[in-house]
């Protein structure tokens, strides 16, 4: 929010032009309220370089039958005092409950407390395709009630366990970690024009030219770029991924059962990048998967599209499958949602 109240050049205010406020207020008041419910996950870590170190996880999606240890707090700012009662629930769309609890805090809030108050514990039930999860969580202090919800997505059993066909070239090591989930892939440590073209799907952190002619012999390959500095078949520009910008999922087949909304927000968080395609000037074939639009400019670029490449065709992205920045997931193993993404990537080029 830039402004109070919208104007003829800026709609980024809280009234519009007609001075009607243009969110539900309850919405603000879940994370803007003196007091809020926040929610927090547990600590992993790995062994790096001969090190222990720190490692995100993507806490907003799951495999099936996976724990969820969700850390219920609280940020109290409010004038009340006293015990708590905290009930939340965890749901499927137009289900009921499949989890559920209560806790009394076994100690008094006074304000300015930041308190954890209980850990919500559950499966991930079974899906037979990614399914929204809404976590909700109400705390009753004092007669006041606070109110937040969080969106989780609940995913199939991972399908890289299953995966062949499928050739990783990666001299980067952006994907070292792929192995890990999808022990059938083989590794390609060298340039792919000895790959078998009807048989293969190529995954490479890199594009050179005996890649492009292998694609354009016939092959299938899902190239990712990891900056504008990286050469590629096309230019591409620095640019952010959630400030003043707008994605849009274009349909196509290669998304597959890949969980799309309007705010392509919990499920990209692990994948988020800082650049993205510029095709203006492409006078090849191409479809859009993946669009940023510009709030400012109206300027569209994209985060991942398909090129037809001779006889060939590429899923060429900027999206850090890997994670790896801030508080992305450290990798693709860690990445679940990203990971599937990939999987479905591959699975469409594997039947093309």
């Not at 606070?146 to 890289?160: A, E, V």
């Not at 090849?284 to 060939?312: I, K, N």
């Amino acid at each position: 929010m830039t402004g109070e109240a919208d104007t003829p050049i800026s709609t980024a205010g809280m009234w519009d032009a007609r001075d009607q406020l243009k969110f539900e207020p309850a919405a603000f008041r879940a994370f803007n309220a003196d007091t809020v419910l926040l929610v927090g996950w547990d600590r992993r870590r790995d062994w790096v370089a001969g090190g222990d170190r720190a490692a995100p996880w993507d806490t907003w999606n799951y495999p099936m039958g996976t724990m969820v240890r969700a850390h219920f707090m609280l940020s109290h700012y409010g004038a009340e005092r006293g015990p708590l009662v905290l009930r939340w629930q965890a749901a499927l769309a137009t289900h009921a409950p499949f989890a559920q609890g209560t806790h009394e805090s076994a100690f008094a809030l006074t304000p300015g407390d930041l308190r954890e108050l209980a850990v919500a514990e559950f499966a991930a039930p079974y899906v037979s395709q990614p399914q929204k999860v809404l976590l909700t969580a109400e705390a009753d202090l004092g007669g006041t009630v606070i109110y937040n919800t969080w969106q989780l997505w609940f995913f199939p059993r991972d399908g890289w366990r299953t995966a062949s066909g499928i050739a990783l070239h990666d001299p980067a090591g952006r994907l070292h970690y792929l192995p890990r989930i999808a022990p059938g892939i083989s590794v390609n440590r060298n340039t792919p024009h000895t790959l078998p073209a009807t048989s293969v799907v190529l995954i490479s952190t890199v594009w050179n030219n005996d890649i492009s002619a292998w694609i354009e012999r016939g092959g299938r390959a899902i190239i990712l770029l990891a900056d504008a500095a990286a050469p590629g078949p096309v230019p591409v520009r620095a640019m952010p991924f959630w400030r003043e910008a707008i994605r849009l999922a274009e349909p196509h087949a290669a998304w597959g059962d890949f969980p799309l909304d309007d705010a392509l927000a919990t499920q990209m968080f692990g994948c988020a990048a800082d650049c993205a395609l510029d095709l203006v000037g492409y006078t090849g074939q191409w479809q859009p998967l993946l669009r940023r639009l510009d709030a400012r400019t109206m300027f569209v670029h994209e985060y991942a599209a398909e090129l037809q490449v001779g006889s060939g065709r590429a899923i060429l992205s900027t999206l850090r499958i890997e994670g790896g920045q801030g508080a992305q997931p450290l990798g693709i193993a860690r990445n679940t949602a990203a990971a599937y993404l990939l999987w479905c990537w591959a699975r469409y080029l594997a039947a093309q």
